[in-house]
């Protein structure tokens, strides 16, 4: 399992966030996704044999926001 944040723009309240970390869990291969409106990030933890950075990166952008991979890991 890979874990990375991605910097989510455009999100202004708890809808959107709940939006994007809809859109984030729904992908296949995607354990976790938790949205954080403050920071503006997406923490994912993804099966890397089944989805994508730029699969993620969509998904976002689909749900109407704009999305970039930080290539920071997300730390337990």
């Known amino acids: 399992m ?3 944040v991605l910097k989510v723009n455009g999100m202004t309240c708890g ?3 709940g939006k994007v970390e ?3 869990k729904s992908l296949q291969g995607v354990e976790v996704a938790k949205v954080d409106l ?3 990030t997406a923490k994912v933890k993804y099966d ?3 989805q994508t950075i730029d699969g993620l990166n969509e998904a976002v952008r689909e ?3 704009e999305s970039e991979s930080t290539h ?3 730390l337990i």
């Open 2 to 4: 890979e874990k990375i």
């Open 15 to 17: 809808h959107c966030a």
């Open 22 to 24: 809809k859109a984030l």
């Open 38 to 40: 403050k920071k503006e």
């Open 48 to 50: 890397e044999s089944i």
């Open 63 to 65: 749900a109407g926001y």
């Open 72 to 74: 920071k890991r997300w």
